[in-house]
């Protein structure tokens, strides 16, 4: 099993980024996820649970590696 299955809830996942330098966005059915200067980076889509493989994506464009964005969410 991952060790990202264990760190999946939403509001944690968006105060990691927010941890790690980024800016959260509201948008409709999803958060916008920014960085320091503004640019797009991913979105977040509303929901409790984020799905592993959907939270790996989301990772893999904010350019946080699973070791990093574990260390932010504890």
């Known amino acids: 099993m991952s060790r990202l299955a264990n ?9 990691a980024l927010k941890r790690a330098g980024f800016q959260i ?3 409709g059915k999803h958060q916008i996820v920014v960085d320091a200067e ?3 980076r991913s979105t ?14 989301i990772l893999k464009q904010v350019g ?4 990093e964005f574990l260390a932010l969410y504890r």
């Open 25 to 27: 966005r509201s948008g």
């Open 38 to 40: 503004g640019n797009f």
């Open 7 to 15: 760190a999946n809830k939403q509001a944690k996942v968006i105060k």
């Open 64 to 67: 946080l590696s699973e070791k």
């Open 44 to 57: 977040i889509p509303r929901a409790k649970e984020l799905n592993v493989y959907t939270l790996r994506a």
